[in-house]
């Protein structure tokens, strides 16, 4: 599975956009882009993904670059309850079923 | 519904004490997963269950690992003579295949078992 990097730390103001950035510059063509955060104490918990187009669910939108290479999460208005560790996975479809987690970004929303 | 639940929640366990963590997935789930995650990191894969078959464990770190889902349902995960550095959480996730190969597959994770070696 391609390699993620993801910025350490982001803060973000709440009712703002987060906009949270992923670079997986070596991605291949079947290699999906999976987003998971992990709230303090807690399990992670599955957010989205996608392939090549851009995908929106009641929870955040992910937009991916033309070229693939790299994407961003957007949590469209930030409150307290997002304040966690993000992590942007690339996992190949029909490939290992495991979860390659990097050490993600850790948003602080702040009040 | 109920989510995926693990036992206990901490456990502390003096160094060369046998250890057993379990997990009971989310009902109907056919896949079962275990991950480690040390303290300030991601977490780790350790083994794959799909039913009572381990089709993966190959992020197990050494032989005192043992994991086991006899009857395709709940799951162990065992540590022999446990170590200082086996301390860390350990998270059990289930999911469903969702469609070929895995894509669109969510693992639903329980809120792990926090395991102290001292």
């Known amino acids: 599975d391609a390699k993620t990097t993801q910025p350490t730390s982001m803060d973000c103001a709440e009712g703002r956009a987060a906009n949270l950035p992923c670079n997986h510059s070596t991605i291949s063509g079947n290699e999906y882009v999976y987003w998971y955060r992990q709230i303090h104490s807690q399990g992670p918990q599955y957010i989205i993904h996608?392939?090549?187009n851009n995908e929106t669910n009641e929870m955040a939108s992910l937009i991916i670059t033309e070229d693939r290479k790299s994407s961003t999460l957007i949590l469209p208005h930030a409150t307290l309850r997002d304040t966690a560790v993000y992590y942007c996975i690339v996992r190949v479809a029909g490939g290992r079923r495991a979860l390659t987690f990097g050490s993600g970004t850790r948003l602080q929303v702040q009040p | 519904g109920a989510g995926v639940s693990q036992s206990p929640r901490y456990k502390v366990a003096k160094r060369g004490q046998d250890v057993a963590l379990r997990c009971d997935p989310i009902s109907g789930h056919v896949s079962l997963f275990w991950y480690q995650q040390a303290l300030g990191q991601g977490p780790e894969f350790l083994t794959y269950f799909q039913n009572e078959a381990q089709l993966d464990k190959s992020g197990l770190p050494s032989d005192r690992f043992f994991a086991e889902r006899p009857e395709g349902s709940v799951s162990t995960l065992k540590i022999q003579r446990t170590q200082q550095e086996d301390s860390a959480v350990y998270l059990c996730?289930?999911?469903?295949?969702?469609?070929?190969?895995?894509?669109?597959?969510?693992?639903?994770f329980g809120p792990g078992t926090r395991l102290l070696v001292l």
């Open positions: 996608g392939l090549k």
């Open positions: 996730a289930s999911s469903t295949p969702g469609t070929s190969g895995g894509v669109g597959e969510t693992q639903y």
